[in-house]
């Protein structure tokens, strides 16, 4: 029976793979003992081995895992990785954080486009386990059938992400600055548009206005820019598609993927508008029957106008495990080109479910 600690199940990610174990029955023949930084001796969940917390940073108790399962952060894994490896645990770390992503002898986890390449790394030694970025991981789950065919030259992605992508602070805020619009709104009754939209406009450039956790208004406004920047003008975000893509298909000569990043207040979910660049004039029907191929969760969604605002939404895709992509049509700008629209639940399969499903993996091969 594997051993898992389990750190960080207090946090966004955590609750959510939290939740989803539970509701999977994957409790059932593994020993869980959950782990803390900040309350170690505390009451544990329930479904752990133990009552109580155990203290995330003591080595040791890491060290009788035969699992470490970490959704607690990059600042945790820089802290406590090296130093547990260092005493010779030879374990599987899992993780939810980017700080092991790009390590030689890490493998990038998205087993419905990538299982093979698992489970060859783990029949070769591998003992580290690493989630993908929220919005690579969607977009592959999104068009791994088109790229498993041979059909796509390169992708455009243009993202719109979800404020629960960037953690509960920053969300918290942005429900600050939507009551902070709402309380100037209640006072503009009788008002005309142009009133009440200079008065809001107003409202989100006062000083008053909270943005200390997000640094600019998002409420009723859009974010280009997330995480720091690189080089060639992209962000750090815009940069881990290609190179992420890549590590998760095992591709020698990486897919060219790039666009532009940005953040709505969209409360869940990130969406991308996708410019996709065939190797070759694809029927359209042909395009529709690979995406379907590519895995049992992604969904179609009809080009229509009532199709599209019914089902090709944040609010409508939150809480769910279906990728879904709309909007596909074929471009002006030629045969080759496809357009479409995908959304999908980024605390889901671009965060929690892969991890979940790699534990699974261990333990069909324990």
């Not at 089902?311 to 080759?336: H, I, K």
């Amino acid at each position: 029976m594997l051993k898992i600690g389990f750190v960080g199940w207090r946090g966004m990610v955590g609750s959510v793979l939290l939740d989803r174990m539970r509701d999977e029955g994957d409790f059932a023949g593994i020993e869980v003992h959950f782990f803390s930084t900040s309350n170690p001796g505390g009451a544990a969940p329930e479904g752990g081995a133990n009552a109580r917390l155990r203290d995330a940073r003591d080595i040791r108790s890491l060290a009788g895992c035969d699992v470490v399962l970490s959704c607690q952060g990059g600042g945790y894994t820089t802290e406590v990785f090296g130093e547990l490896r260092a005493t010779g645990w030879d374990g599987y770390w899992l993780d939810a954080a980017s700080t092991l992503r790009l390590r030689g002898d890490a493998t990038l986890v998205l087993d419905p486009v990538n299982g093979d390449l698992i489970r060859e790394r783990l029949a070769g030694g591998c003992r580290t386990f690493v989630g993908a970025n929220c919005t690579v991981s969607l977009l592959l789950m999104a068009i791994g059938g088109l790229i498993r065919a041979g059909w796509v030259d390169w992708v455009s992605t243009m993202t719109y992400q979800a404020i629960s992508g960037a953690g509960a602070r920053r969300l918290a805020e942005l429900a600050r600055q939507v009551r902070h619009l709402g309380e100037c709104g209640a006072r503009l009754r009788g008002a005309s548009s142009v009133e009440i939209g200079a008065a809001l406009t107003d409202a989100q450039r006062d000083e008053s206005f909270p943005t200390e956790e997000i640094g600019a208004p998002l409420a009723c406004s859009v974010l280009p820019w997330i995480d720091r920047a690189v080089e060639n003008g992209q962000t750090r975000e815009e940069w881990k598609a290609g190179v992420e893509a890549g590590r998760i298909l095992g591709a020698s000569a990486p897919l060219k993927i790039d666009g532009i990043c940005c953040r709505i207040d969209a409360l869940r979910c990130h969406a991308q508008a996708l410019c996709i660049r065939l190797n070759r004039d694809i029927p359209l029907p042909e395009v529709e029957s690979a995406l379907l191929s590519g895995n049992d969760w992604v969904r179609l969604v009809e080009n229509t106008q009532a199709a599209t605002l019914r089902e090709l939404t944040p609010a409508m895709v939150a809480n769910t495990l279906e990728v879904r992509v709309g909007r596909l049509r074929r471009l002006s700008m030629g045969r080759r080109y496809v357009g479409a629209f995908t959304v999908g639940d980024q605390l889901l399969w671009g965060a929690a479910e892969p991890l979940r499903r790699m534990l699974s993996i261990l333990r069909e091969a324990a």
